[in-house]
Antibody
Framework: QVQLVESGGGVVQPGGSLRLSCSAS????????MHWVRQAPGKGLEWVAFIQYDGSNKYYADSVKGRFTISRDNSKNTLYLQMNSLRAEDTAVYYC???????????????WGQGTLVTVSS | DIQMTQSPSSLSASVGDRVTITCRAS??????LAWYQQKPGKAPKLLLY???RLESGVPSRFSGSGSGTDYTLTISSLQPEDFATYYCQQYYTTPPLTFGGGTKVEIK
């Protein structure tokens, strides 16, 4: 069965950095695009970033462009999100999610991890 | 960017009720719409895609319809396990993928 397990969340000061990881199993990781989606406490869902199956194309929400970098290591079945210049408004649960179909553009998500909480606070 | 507006933002209903949630896009999205269910403290779960296609394993009491800019999620007979927050999400123009604000279905 598909499993996505995020790690790396925690408390960081404004302006700091953090790297999230998502370990994937139960499907051919190298065949599917992957996403990061976040949810601020008590708020709705916000798409953050997408990376194509082979890492050749990446897309970002305007709110994180230039500060966050999505990457993947298909040999390790792992997705990453490097977050720099963190702000209070980046505080959220961050989910990794699998793209539903093996396409090269972001569509929608069929499996999600349990999420990892990132808190940006001094 | 395409804006997605859900209504209502919350509703109270009883077990056995028929429940309808609406999602309106700021421009036509040609049925490129997914619906998710999220329970407290849990990750969202895909219910429907392409506006009306039921994801495998999702009960048939969930259905979707619509066209153009206006879409609906219907639960034909609300069950205790259906009390949750529901989100729509468009994928017609990406990036960015955009979600509606959510509809919380509570017990009356």
């Amino acid at each position: 069965q598909v499993q996505l397990v995020e790690s790396g969340g925690g408390v960081v000061q404004p302006g700091g950095s953090l790297r999230l990881s998502c370990s994937a199993s139960g499907f051919t990781f190298s065949s599917y695009g992957m996403h990061w989606v976040r949810q601020a406490p008590g708020k709705g869902l916000e798409w953050v970033a997408f990376i194509q199956y082979d890492g050749s194309n990446k897309y970002y929400a305007d709110s994180v462009k230039g500060r966050f970098t999505i990457s993947r290591d298909n040999s390790k079945n792992t997705l990453y999100l490097q977050m720099n210049s963190l702000r209070a408004e980046d505080t959220a649960v961050y989910y990794c999610a699998k793209e539903r179909t093996p396409v090269t553009t972001p569509y929608y998500f069929d499996y999600w991890g349990q999420g990892t909480l990132v808190t940006v606070s001094s | 960017d395409i804006q997605m507006t859900q209504s209502p933002s919350s509703l109270s209903a009883s077990v056995g009720d028929r429940v309808t949630i609406t999602c309106r896009a700021s421009q036509g999205i040609s049925n490129s719409l997914a619906w998710y269910q999220q329970k407290p403290g849990k990750a969202p779960k895909l219910l429907l895609y392409a506006a009306s296609r039921l994801e495998s394993g999702v009960p048939s009491r969930f259905s979707g319809s619509g066209s153009g800019t206006d879409y609906t999620l219907t639960i034909s007979s609300l069950q205790p396990e259906d009390f949750a927050t529901y989100y729509c999400q468009q994928y017609y123009t990406t990036p960015p993928l955009t979600f509606g604000g959510g509809t919380k279905v509570e017990i009356k």
